[in-house]
């Protein structure tokens, strides 16, 4: 009689009597098999005495025996293959969950950075893993991964000073990977941050913001202070350490190399002025950048004796987001009698609330035409911003020149809006 069993059975067969149900069937385990699996050695079924892992044991080899009982007793051996078959209770793993790297900025697109690489220890599509980035801190696309290995590299070449003040200077990136198991629900995923602190690369040169033009009176001593020139530098660290020179030799005026104040070294000759000085301003970058512009000492008479200006006080106002370069207020003087003269205008003040500022606003030495030399942003002052200019004119026709100041007030002048009830609804009323 032949007995067949389905799947987990063993099948047995002995034709020399009809009653197999009196057969033992005996299991025969290996060490690696003991305690995993048991018979049943009457019905021949193969039970699981404990859960069985893939990813630890993918298939199993048992030897299964049949023997009768009969005398003298005959026994025969099967073997038996269980494979077990995979399924998706594994997520990716990410040796490491949060990665702090450092790099330059301004790297090429396609630099590699960093390796975010997960595991799966599934098999098949459940251990497939898919990388991509959920998002990047500040919201910028300065970062790319490549879905297969987890190689990030750059996308955006990174700008140090463009980052918001608040990042101080660090990106986060968050990369996720997940399995391709199917269906879509049954998916698995993981996380790992990567940080990036953004090194400065001296990129961008110092500038100079103070005033092109200052004064002294003709008795001014030695170590009297004229004026401060002010630079500033975006980047960071070496990179905006400022040394100031005068490019210009021979003059009566000396600059301390790191405040950048202007004080008299010598005898002043008013038959000179103005002075014409050529300053420079170097950071400690390496290579190191600098940049220089043309200062004007205007030596003013103990009274004023030089042009007068057409008005006691001029006025301008200028409208947030105005571009540069655009004209605000003329100043204008001469000689009350008709004297003949060569008029230079000059600023050499330009102050918010008593306290000097930068250079804003520039001056046409020939006609006297004040305009925007920056662009200037309402919300970028703490409080509503109105600046003072002063304003010297210079007869260099005359030896020594004569000059006179005068001062020149520019509130910022706001686009205002209200609302108003309208027989149609409500009307918005703009006004400059």
């Known amino acids: 009689m032949c007995r067949t069993r389905g799947s987990g059975d063993v099948s047995i067969c002995d034709r020399r009597r009809p009653r197999p149900e009196q057969f033992d069937i005996i299991l025969y385990r290996s060490g690696e098999h003991r305690g995993v699996f048991r018979m049943d050695s009457d019905s021949g079924d193969l039970y699981l005495a404990k859960l069985l892992d893939h990813e630890t044991k993918a298939e199993y080899h048992l030897n299964v025996s049949a023997q009768d009982s009969g005398s003298p007793t005959l026994t025969s051996f099967a073997s038996v293959v269980v494979r077990v078959r995979d399924c998706n209770d594994n997520a990716p793993t990410f040796s490491q969950v949060n990665i702090v790297k450092e790099i330059e900025e301004g790297l090429v697109p396609g630099t590699e950075v960093a390796t975010v690489l997960a595991q799966d220890f599934d098999s098949g599509i459940n251990g497939r893993v898919s990388h991509s980035i959920l998002s990047q801190r500040p919201d910028f696309d300065f970062f790319q991964i490549n879905e297969a290995t987890g190689v990030i590299s750059i996308q955006t070449p990174i700008d140090l000073e463009s980052l918001p003040e608040s990042s101080e200077g660090v990106v986060t990136v968050i990369v996720q990977a997940i399995d391709q198991a199917l269906p879509v629900s049954s998916r698995q995923t993981a996380t790992a941050s990567v940080t990036f602190s953004i090194r400065d690369v001296n990129d961008n040169p110092p500038e100079i913001v103070s005033q ?36 210009t030799s021979q003059v009566p005026f000396s600059i301390h190399p790191t405040s950048g104040v202007l004080t008299v070294s010598g005898r002043l000759d008013s038959s000179l002025s103005p002075y014409s000085l050529v300053v420079r301003v170097q950071d400690g970058g390496s290579p190191p950048l600098s940049s220089q512009s043309t200062l004007s000492v205007i030596v003013t008479e103990a009274q004023s004796t030089g042009p007068e200006f057409s008005q006691d006080l001029y006025s301008g106002q200028i409208q947030e987001g105005q571009p540069t370069g655009s004209p605000i207020v003329t100043v204008s003087a001469s000689y009350s009698n008709g004297q003949a003269a060569v008029v230079r205008y000059y600023i050499t003040s330009i102050a918010m609330g008593g306290v000097q500022t930068r250079n804003y606003f520039s001056i046409d030495a020939s006609s006297g035409i004040i305009s925007t030399s920056l662009h200037i942003d309402r919300e970028s002052f703490a409080q509503e911003p109105n600046f003072a200019l002063t304003v010297t004119a210079a007869d260099v026709g005359s030896v020594p020149s004569k000059t006179r100041s005068v001062q020149v007030s520019k509130p910022l002048l706001l686009l205002s809006m209200k609302i108003s009830n309208h027989e149609n609804g409500y009307k918005l009323h703009f006004a400059l």
């Open 212 to 247: 092109s033009a200052a004064a002294v009176s003709p008795g001014a001593s030695e170590g009297t202070q004229v004026t401060t020139v002010v630079a500033t530098d975006i980047d960071s660290g070496d990179n905006a350490d400022l040394r100031y020179s005068l490019m």
